[in-house]
């Protein structure tokens, strides 16, 4: 991996901890596994964070939707795995998603939102 990519990875980990930080759910959870969210700045410490239990379940992720503010759009899994998951998209996600606007995925979603 070169150097430059190396940065952008720690950088958008920096990025999603400082949002975690935020978020009820996760100020616990990091207090209960004795885990200091400061330290999480690459894929290895999160590779130790997710070690010491720092992971969500589908279980997890209902009681997290109602802490999910900045979500501006919501969408539906397929259900393959079993039931539908939700996915939430911030308004950052959405500028993400429609600079991506010829990629098919991104062409999916774009129809799904009616941007």
């Known amino acids: 991996m ?9 950088k958008r980990i920096r990025y999603v901890v400082t949002l975690s930080k935020q978020i009820p ?9 004795g885990i200091d969210p400061n ?10 964070a997710y070690e010491k239990g720092l992971f969500t379940t589908p ?11 900045i979500f501006r759009q919501y969408f539906l899994s397929s259900g393959t795995s079993g039931k539908p998951k939700v996915v939430g998209a ?24 009616l941007f």
């Not at 330290?39 to 410490?45: F, L, N, R, S």
């Not at 279980?59 to 503010?69: C, G, I, M, P, R």
């Not at 990629?103 to 774009?110: M, S």
């Open 90 to 113: 911030t308004v950052d996600d959405l500028k993400r998603i429609k600079g991506n606007a010829n990629k098919p995925t991104t062409a999916l979603l774009k129809k799904v939102m």
């Open 59 to 69: 279980q997890d992720l209902q009681a997290l939707t109602t802490h999910f503010k």
């Open 2 to 10: 070169r150097p430059t990519q190396t940065q952008e990875i720690n």
């Open 39 to 48: 330290t999480i700045k690459t894929p290895q410490d999160l590779l130790k």
């Open 25 to 33: 759910w996760y100020a616990r959870k990091y207090k209960k596994l």
